[in-house]
């Protein structure tokens, strides 16, 4: 039977003030139970469990023993955290080019794909460890992917293409450097086997590693792209 249009709605019942706040109560904990929110970054707990389940059993490994380091990395000195993140990947992976590991001339991994695989490149070190650092509160200005030629061998070496993770404690201070080659944290000017070539992050693209803009990153760098959305997707914010 159709309502009679012409009748009035019924009273609505005005809950008690109780049971208000109970509501807000519970509402507000079931989202801190999934999203982690680390100053103007966040994680998603749960999305980042359930991708690393459809990944596989190294990657759900791996984010038993991340998702503590990243929750904890609010309240961390940045330095000391710059060097536990460094580690945590380096120790995991192996490094290997992507034809190996993925069956491609250029693969950008994301976190997880990484975790799971067990190896990767240096893109892969430079990435996961990025949005690792972002998800655990380091701000966004104060990292940059940066594209470089390392010297392998010392001066004088082979020169090949090579990427390495860069954090500015200020925005002109000299950047310590977090690379798979070399697994100490050290400022770039200890580093004299790398050259810049340019450097990004998720809001801006640079000539070396200065402050000349160089255009938009997501748009002038396809695979970031790609990339930027495949973490999200695994909860990487």
Request: with cysteine.
């Amino acid at each position: 039977m159709r309502p009679d249009p012409s009748a009035p709605p019924a009273a609505a019942a005005t809950p008690s003030p109780a049971l208000t706040w109970l509501r807000r109560a519970l509402t507000a904990v079931l989202a801190a139970s999934t999203l982690i929110s680390l100053g103007s970054q966040a994680w998603d707990r749960s999305r980042m469990a359930l991708a690393a389940q459809r990944l596989g059993p190294h990657a759900v490994a791996a984010v038993k023993i991340l998702q503590p380091m990243l929750a904890e990395g609010a309240g961390q000195d940045e330095t000391a955290l710059l060097a536990e993140v460094n580690e945590f990947f380096n120790r995991r992976i192996v490094f290997t080019d992507d034809a190996a590991a993925w069956g491609q001339n250029d693969y950008w991994a994301s976190p997880l794909e990484t975790l799971e695989k067990g190896q990767g490149d240096c893109e892969d070190y430079a990435i996961a460890k990025y949005f690792s650092l972002l998800a655990a509160g380091v701000p966004v200005a104060r990292l940059r992917l940066v594209y470089v030629r390392a010297s392998i061998g010392g001066p004088g070496g082979v020169s090949q293409a090579h990427m390495v993770l860069a954090w500015y404690a200020q925005p002109l201070a000299e950047p310590l450097i977090l690379d798979n080659l070399i697994g100490e944290v050290r400022p770039a000017s200890k580093r004299p086997d790398l050259t810049p070539v340019f450097s990004f992050n998720s809001e801006g693209l640079w000539q070396g590693t200065g402050s000349t803009s160089a255009g938009d990153p997501v748009s002038r760098l396809s695979r970031w792209r790609e990339v930027i959305a495949k973490a999200r997707a695994e909860g990487f914010q």
